[in-house]
């Protein structure tokens, strides 16, 4: 499945709020293929500027970065692998593919996990929170306590990026750390063994939803153990065009397939 999550603000949020966990939380498509989620988005915009997906320029500068934003956590093999197999696609197609790292800083993640905590505060305000599990019941009391800051943290990041960004189109990164655990992997866990594989888990996200960039989580093959792959494409904002095709090269250079794999007999 291809997702996109677009510029912060793009798409209408539920109701009538104007933001989500203080401005991390978008509302963005999800298609078996770009083209579906790119018309999805065209739906969900009330526009007609997305499904006309259309070629790329003949050398895209592309920056490929593997560096973790948080000294916590670092890509798995699988992923670097598959992150490298992308780019060197693009390369072989003739665009201009360069190893530059975002300017990260350790305020970045400080600053997400205090939107983060504080946003689950905002989400349990209206629920019976004597339903709610004990860890879930614990972050809301830390978010309600530290609440989410001054913003100017996170101004400062996507300062930095955009500037970053004014040497690139798009940037190639992974999307997530880890192949997927086992579902339930997190039933029943307290606080701190809920929010530390969490922080590593996502380490490469919690950046774009911080500075509000569009970004999308590409398809890109198989692990080992046979759980699906995908990359990250991260573009400036109101970029959403360039991601949509870059990802749908990537579509025509790796296909992935429509429907999972049928299950091994053993």
Known sequence: MFGLKPSRGLLPLMGDASEHW?????????????????????????TDRFRALQPLPPRLRVALSLKSPSPMAKAAPEVVAAVRASAEALSAEG?????????????????????????IAQDVESLDRGRL????????????????GSGAAATRWAVAATTWFGDFDVALLPAVAATSIPAGGWSGRGLLATLLPQVKAVPFNQPWNLAGFPAAAVPAGFGPEGVPLSVQVVAPLGREELILSLAAALERLRPWPRVAPAPSED
């Open 22 to 46: 203080y401005g991390l939380s978008v509302t963005g498509p999800i298609g078996t293929t770009v083209a579906d989620a790119a018309l999805l988005l065209d739906v969900m915009a009330g």
């Open 95 to 119: 665009h201009s593919v360069t190893e530059s790292d975002p300017p990260y800083s350790s305020s970045v993640a400080n600053t997400w996990v205090r939107l983060w905590l504080a946003g």
């Open 133 to 148: 599990e004990g860890r879930t019941r614990t972050m809301a009391r830390i978010g309600r306590r530290l609440g989410p």
